[in-house]
Every structure is written in C-alpha cells, then in structure tokens.
C-alpha cells in the first residue's frame, strides 16, 4: 500500500503510514485501521483510502 496522510488531531500535525494492504468493505463500507501515531504516541482510528479518522467521517454524516 502507498503512503497515505492524516492529521493528528490531538498535534495538528500531518503524519504518514502506509500500515497494511490496501483494503476496500464489503459492499461499500469504510474500512478503518488502528494507527500508532508518530506525533502523540495516540491511537487513531483512520480510513487509509481516505486519510480521514473515524471521527472526521461521522462528523460528515448527517443524523437524523
């Protein structure tokens, strides 16, 4: 898998992983992964097709 980017949300730094293969859900779903953050030492949770974490993505959901 390439590298891919996403932004720390506790450093607003930008950080790089390239964990895994590349992976797509069944039937469409979003597929995230556990990623050990090189700027905080967190655990995020990011969609590596997206470089989006969990919660930027249920942020754009709307609730009804």
């Given at each position: 898998m390439p590298p891919f980017l996403f932004r720390c949300p506790t450093t607003a730094m930008l950080v790089q992983d390239h964990s895994g293969p590349d992976e797509q859900g069944e039937d469409g779903?979003?597929?995230?992964?556990?990623?050990?953050?090189?700027a905080c030492g967190g655990l995020h949770l990011v969609n590596p097709l997206t470089g989006k974490l969990m919660s930027e993505e249920a942020e754009d959901t709307p609730r009804w």
């Open positions: 779903k979003k597929v995230y992964r556990a990623i050990n953050c090189l």
